[in-house]
């Protein structure tokens, strides 16, 4: 795996070669840190700075698919790009906007599954659930490593009468309560990719497993995976955030010079934070 930043040269490449350009991009852990509360994350003014000057130049589009509700995830990004919530579930942008219907029909399921697994945190402490209306996240970042399996385990048991319609997927220290179906990342990329393009080219990045799906749907472009190495369908890493802002910058660096700027100024410098290595 390449470092992404080490190999811009091949990057710029292929982005000097395309007339129209996506980049996407998922917000926790890739856009900023993550925080054992989702409440708590706000975006760096440098960040915020980089990714308008992104989307200001006229060859390049930006998404952020997040698995945050679409009206939190865009309450974050105070700009007007283009905005997947729920991983997909929910897209809007320029004008659109998309709710996928068997999602749209399953939410009071959804409030149903909340109720059933109220009381969690009195029994595992830490544990705590967010209802993103079309899905349920359960964050277990604060629960003793030890007793997780057992978390893991009393709430699939909690929500096996919902079997036929809801899904469980693993996430960072979480687990995501979801409509069954074969709708993910991957699939919101795509859809983005048909609705708002057409791309020659489209540069995803995310960190978390539920990331793979937009990487294998990617593929043959540029998938960069941000934190430490695993077994991931990209080909190239980032460290942290930290050098996402940096990477962006170097892509809204080449681009502006054919494109107009947002502020006149170039990308705010961000200093460069090495906690580990991302390479293979």
């Not at 599954?113 to 402490?125: E, I, M, N, S």
């Not at 749907?217 to 960069?224: F, G, K, L, P």
């Amino acid at each position: 795996m390449k470092h992404a930043l080490t190999a811009f040269a091949e990057v710029g490449e292929r982005l000097r070669a395309s007339n129209r350009v996506l980049v996407a991009s998922d917000f926790d852990g890739t856009l900023c840190p993550i925080t054992v509360r989702p409440s708590n994350v706000f975006l760096a003014p440098a960040t915020l700075g980089v990714l308008g000057e992104v989307e200001a130049c006229d060859r390049l589009s930006v998404a952020v698919i997040s698995g945050r509700a679409l009206a939190d995830v865009r309450g974050r990004v105070p700009l007007d790009l283009i905005f997947a919530g729920n991983h997909g579930l929910e897209i809007a942008g320029r004008g659109r906007n998309f709710s996928h219907p068997a999602a749209s029909r399953l939410r009071p399921l959804i409030a149903q599954a909340q109720r059933r697994l109220a009381g969690l945190d009195r029994h595992w402490p830490g544990a705590w659930i967010e209802n993103k209306e079309f899905s349920l996240t359960l964050h277990y970042r604060e629960v003793a490593e030890s007793r997780r399996h057992s978390l893991h385990a009393a709430a699939r048991r909690g929500l096996n009468v919902f079997a036929p319609h809801l899904a469980f997927r693993a996430g960072l220290m979480s687990l995501e309560i979801r409509p069954r179906g074969n709708w993910e990342k991957g699939s919101a990329l795509a859809y983005i990719q048909d609705n708002f393009g057409p791309f020659d080219l489209s540069v995803c990045l995310g960190d978390d497993t539920t990331d793979e799906s937009m990487f294998r749907a990617n593929r043959d472009q540029i998938n960069i995976k941000i934190g430490r190495p695993v077994r991931t369908a990209a080909s190239y890493c980032l460290s942290n955030p930290g050098e996402v802002v940096i990477l962006l910058s170097k892509i809204a660096g080449l681009c502006g010079r054919e494109s107009r700027s947002v502020s006149g100024a170039s990308p705010p410098a961000v200093k460069l934070e090495r906690s580990f290595h991302c390479r293979q």
